[in-house]
Every structure is written in structure tokens, then in C-alpha cells.
């Protein structure tokens, strides 16, 4: 397998352009030449070769941010790569308490929502076409059974809006799903 090249570094300059951040030289080389056993080093611990590069990367920024003290080490790769190594590692855990979390969710799922009875479906389906606010103090009014007064708190606005939205929904809705109103047109 061939080795990982390191990442460019680069940061945005304001023309939208990006230029090439110049690290301190002692880092910059040490970067370079320990970057790709680093990502080697990860892939064999995460299996995952993108993975691998996030860990690489996180465990130079760390050594980046900490250079002061790090390039003091006589050991400095050693101490990137217990970096890695914990970063993998505990990458792996988290997988792992993740599934298991998965695993117990699945099997107490509830079961999922009926599905709305063909002959309101097609007018919630008219409802969701309305402008937003109107199919909103439809649904707060209609299926959730909320006041006028209720569903202006919701809203947040003034009742004499919700009654307006609720009037023009109505109209549209019985243009659209073709009811008789009993209004003389």
C-alpha cells in the first residue's frame, strides 16, 4: 500500500484564494516525514482509510497546538503516535457503544405512526400546499384541536390572524378539494 501523502496545509486568504500556511520549520519536518506511518499506523488501528487521515490529522493539530512543549521530547513521533493510537482506539469504543445503543433502540421500537385514512390524506395533502402559516392554524386548530386563542400563542401572533388564515385556508381548500360551501359565488 502506498504511503499516505501528508495534507497540504492552506488557509483562506480574503480574494476567496487559499495560500499555504508556513509552519515552524522544526514542526513542518516533523510533519512531513512522520505523517504517513502516522496514517499507516491508524488505518491498521481504525481499518478505515479516511478515518485514518481524520485521526492523523487530529493527533498532528494536537501536536501542533502543544509544540512548545512537545518538541522537547526526545520521543516526539512516539508521542504522536500514542496520540493516534488513543484516538483510534477510542474512536473504535465509540462504534462500538454506538451499535450496542443502536441495538437496544431497535428492539424497543415503537411501532410507527398509522398511516392517515386515504380520504384525509389527500386533504392534508391540499393542507401542506397552502402557505405556510395558513396549513399551520389548520393543523393547530383542526388536528390538534387548539382554541383560536391556543393556536395564536402557538403562532405567535394577534387571534384576528389566526381567524384570517384560517378563513383564507378555508376558501382555497374548498376551491381545491371542490366542496360545496353553500356560499352563492
Known amino acids: 500500500m502506498p504511503?499516505?501523502?501528508?495534507?497540504?496545509?492552506?488557509?483562506?486568504?480574503?480574494?476567496g484564494g487559499s495560500r499555504v500556511v508556513?509552519?515552524?520549520?522544526?514542526?513542518?519536518?516533523?510533519?512531513?516525514?512522520?505523517?504517513?506511518?502516522?496514517?499507516?499506523l491508524?488505518?491498521?488501528?481504525?481499518?478505515?482509510?479516511?478515518?485514518?487521515?481524520?485521526?492523523?490529522?487530529?493527533?498532528?493539530l494536537?501536536?501542533?497546538?502543544?509544540?512548545?512543549?512537545?518538541?522537547?521530547?526526545?520521543?516526539?513521533?512516539?508521542w504522536v503516535r500514542r496520540v493516534a493510537a488513543n484516538l483510534a482506539t477510542s474512536g473504535l469504543r465509540r462504534k462500538?457503544?454506538?451499535?450496542r445503543a443502536l441495538v437496544r433502540l431497535t428492539a424497543r421500537r415503537e411501532p410507527a405512526l398509522d398511516p392517515l385514512p386515504a380520504s384525509?390524506?389527500?386533504?392534508?395533502?391540499?393542507?401542506?400546499?397552502?402557505?405556510q402559516r395558513q396549513a399551520q392554524a389548520v393543523a393547530l386548530y383542526y388536528l390538534e384541536d387548539l382554541s383560536i386563542a391556543q393556536t395564536a400563542v402557538v403562532l405567535d401572533c394577534a387571534e384576528g390572524t389566526v381567524k384570517a388564515h384560517l378563513a383564507k385556508?378555508?376558501?382555497?381548500l374548498a376551491r381545491r378539494l371542490q366542496l360545496d360551501t353553500g356560499e352563492e359565488r
Open 3 to 15: 504511503a499516505a501523502r501528508p495534507a497540504r496545509l492552506t488557509a483562506p486568504v480574503g480574494d
Open 96 to 99: 462500538v457503544v454506538e451499535a
Open 42 to 60: 491508524s488505518y491498521a488501528l481504525s481499518g478505515s482509510r479516511g478515518g485514518a487521515e481524520d485521526i492523523a490529522q487530529e493527533a498532528f
Open 120 to 131: 384525509n390524506a389527500e386533504f392534508w395533502r391540499v393542507v401542506r400546499a397552502l402557505p
Open 169 to 172: 385556508a378555508r376558501r382555497t
Open 22 to 40: 508556513r509552519l515552524p520549520g522544526s514542526f513542518e519536518h516533523f510533519y512531513l516525514e512522520e505523517y504517513p506511518r502516522v496514517v499507516d
Open 62 to 78: 494536537r501536536a501542533y497546538r502543544d509544540w512548545d512543549r512537545v518538541r522537547s521530547y526526545e520521543h516526539q513521533a512516539a
